[in-house]
């Protein structure tokens, strides 16, 4: 755990601020932005995200919307079908099952369509600043270079980093490791030389001239 905190205070300091990437001005849009933002990219989202919150600005009206206007207006992100189901059959359960509020638990706000572990605790994180360990590519892959997790099923990953870190850690370290993830540690070629984490990495790869 020690090494750990170190980790997140070198990369507090590295990161201060991770900027958000998902366009939202309410709980409601960010719920349906992390459902749109599945297996496609944040800036594909938030370009689509105006004109379907101008027409449809809460869960009443999305939950009546027609499906082929929908998918529509969303047609740009990717399995737009099957996104337009879940973000309607999301919109009609908050309206049935919530009051038209977004839910504060995971176990509610994984009950919605289209909505899993990951992006609940992206609204926990973001929404509702509750304790939540965001497990996508990104952190599953930084985790496992760390030392952290062998796993590379999200729900072990979570698990096994629960298991090292208190909660009152998780948030700094889903947000600073995906972001690391994105920064530094890429999938194919790490840039472990100019890494910040070097002397902490179990995973660093040697530099150009043969040190480490
Ligand atoms: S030293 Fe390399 S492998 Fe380790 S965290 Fe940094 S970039 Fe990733």
Redesign the pocket.
């Known amino acids: 755990m020690e090494r750990f905190t170190r980790i997140l205070r070198r990369l507090s300091d590295e990161y201060p601020e991770i900027p958000s990437m998902l366009q939202y001005r309410n709980p409601f849009e960010l719920l349906i932005g992390v459902i749109l933002s599945a297996q496609t990219t944040d800036e594909q989202v938030n370009a689509i995200l105006p004109e379907l919150f101008k027409r449809f600005s809460d869960a009443n009206s999305l939950a009546a919307a027609d499906h082929s206007e929908v998918e529509s207006i969303i047609h740009s992100v990717g399995f737009f079908r099957q996104k337009a189901r879940s973000i309607i059959g999301t919109a009609a359960a908050l309206v049935r099952e919530f009051n038209g509020q977004v839910p504060h638990t995971m176990a509610d706000l994984v009950s919605l369509p289209g909505v899993g572990r990951k992006s609940a605790g992206v609204i926990l994180l973001h929404i509702y600043d509750e304790p939540a360990i965001i497990v996508d590519t990104h952190f599953g892959r930084?985790a496992r270079?760390?030392g952290y997790t062998t796993a590379r099923d999200p729900l072990r990953i979570e698990r096994d980093v629960a298991a090292v870190l208190p909660r009152e850690y998780w948030n700094s370290a889903s947000m600073r490791l995906n972001y690391?993830g994105r920064r530094?540690?890429f999938a194919r070629k790490?840039?472990?030389p100019s890494?910040p984490?070097?002397d902490l990495?179990p995973?660093?790869?040697p530099a150009q001239d043969g040190t480490t």
């Open positions: 930084v270079r760390l690391h530094y540690c790490p840039a472990c890494c984490l070097n990495c995973s660093r790869e």
